[in-house]
Structures are given as structure tokens and as C-alpha cells.
């Protein structure tokens, strides 16, 4: 009996790690940003941002949050999986003064849980506190709201809950909430935040991040001096 149940958990751990995508599958482009690193090197001391699509196409994130050092390190269709993977080589080099990460979007989409979130978000927390200090902040931006994963909206919120409530136990560590500013007076999704996908924003939807994540950045990069 206790072989069988033994079996069944190494057989679903199994199907698990199955059903996770291969990280390996951004080795271009993580190759890409080693390639620009050595050919303009970045000075230790920025405010890095890393994740997935929506962070890659913040196209204007340097002029947005103007007046501060800032390097996005995205990359597109990742997941939470996929930056533990590679956090060796896109965040801890560079030795930032803070950590902004989006993930848990992709994550949800794929079927993991919000359970599955949070532990992830535990994990990298933990990670970054061994290899670059624990006094390094970690800022979680909440998974966004789209009219293409809107039938998800539950299973977000959820996900939104736990990082922040993981955010407000952990020392150097927040959340900054992007959900609830890109929602009508009715609790719907708006809209006009969307390119033609209805999953990645426009300028209007990161007009909504710089208004949300600007003061968090303003906050530690003092404190940082």
C-alpha cells in the first residue's frame, strides 16, 4: 500500500514537471542580453525589471520612471518557472538595487494554480535574498486584468491575494496592485488599455503601470542613496 502511494506521488510530481514548459526554450534570448551586456556593460546599482511580455513591451519605461537607472530584462511568453531558471543570468549579474517582477500571468493562463504562484514567488524571493542580500527589495507587480484572460478573473484575484499578503509579511519586500486601477466602476475590465490581442496593452494600459509603480520606484531608489 505504501509502495503504491509512494508510486502515485513520484507519477504525479512527474506530470507535473511534465506539463511545465522547458525553460531552455529563451536561451537566445537570454544569450541576446549577455551579448548587449558585453558590449555596453551595465554598472551594479540598477532598478531591474524582469518577466514577461508586458514588461519586455514597456517600450518606454526608461522615460516613464526618468530621473532613475532602469533595465528590463523581460522576456516575452515567460513564466514563473522560467525566471527561477535563468535568475542566475538575469538578475543576480547585475546586482540591482531592487527587483520589480511580472510573472503569474502566463502562469495562470497555463493552468497552475494560485497556490502554485505564491510558492513560486516564495521561491525566487528566497533566492534573490541568498545570492544578492536579503536586504534587496522585491517588488511582485500584481498579474494585470485583460479582456482575453478574463474568464481567469477569479483565479488572478486569487493570485493577487496571496502576493500581497506574502509582500506585507516578508521584510524588503511589496506588491504594487496594477489589477484594481485597470478595472471600470462596474469591477469590468476597460477596454481601451489593449492592443488588438486584448492581452497586451497600449500606451493607455502603461500609463496605468507608471502611475502605480513610479512612486514604489521613487521610495527605494532613496532609500537606495
Not at 512527474?14 to 529563451?26: H, K, N, V, Y
Not at 551579448?35 to 508586458?54: C, H, K, M, R
Not at 531592487?98 to 504562484?117: L, M, Q, T
Request: net charge negative; proline share 6%; charged share 25%.
Amino acid at each position: 500500500m505504501i509502495r503504491s502511494i509512494l508510486f502515485l506521488c513520484l507519477l504525479t510530481a512527474g506530470l507535473t514537471a511534465q506539463e511545465l514548459p522547458d525553460p531552455t526554450r529563451f536561451e537566445e534570448a537570454i544569450e541576446n542580453f549577455e551579448a548587449a551586456d558585453a558590449e555596453d556593460p551595465v554598472a551594479p546599482g540598477v532598478i531591474l525589471f524582469v518577466g514577461s511580455s508586458s514588461v519586455v513591451m514597456w517600450k518606454t519605461l526608461a522615460e516613464d520612471l526618468e530621473g532613475h537607472r532602469v533595465l528590463n530584462r523581460g522576456f516575452g511568453g515567460s513564466n514563473f518557472n522560467d525566471l527561477l531558471h535563468y535568475a542566475d543570468r538575469v538578475i543576480y549579474p547585475y546586482q540591482p538595487k531592487a527587483v520589480f517582477v511580472y510573472e503569474g500571468d502566463n502562469d495562470i493562463a497555463a493552468g497552475s494554480s494560485p497556490k502554485n504562484v505564491l510558492q513560486a514567488a516564495r521561491k525566487l524571493r528566497k533566492m534573490i535574498a541568498k545570492n544578492l542580500g536579503g536586504e534587496v527589495p522585491v517588488v511582485f507587480i500584481s498579474p494585470k486584468p485583460s479582456v482575453a484572460r478574463w474568464d481567469l478573473k477569479e483565479a488572478y484575484e486569487a493570485a493577487n491575494d496571496r502576493l500581497a499578503s506574502f509582500a506585507e509579511s516578508k521584510d524588503h519586500t511589496y506588491f504594487v496592485d496594477v489589477w484594481t486601477p485597470a478595472l471600470l466602476p462596474d469591477g469590468t475590465v476597460r477596454k481601451d488599455i489593449f492592443v488588438g490581442d486584448n492581452l497586451h496593452m497600449n500606451a493607455a494600459g502603461y500609463d496605468i503601470w507608471e502611475a502605480a509603480i513610479g512612486p514604489i520606484v521613487d521610495q527605494l531608489d532613496r532609500q537606495g542613496r
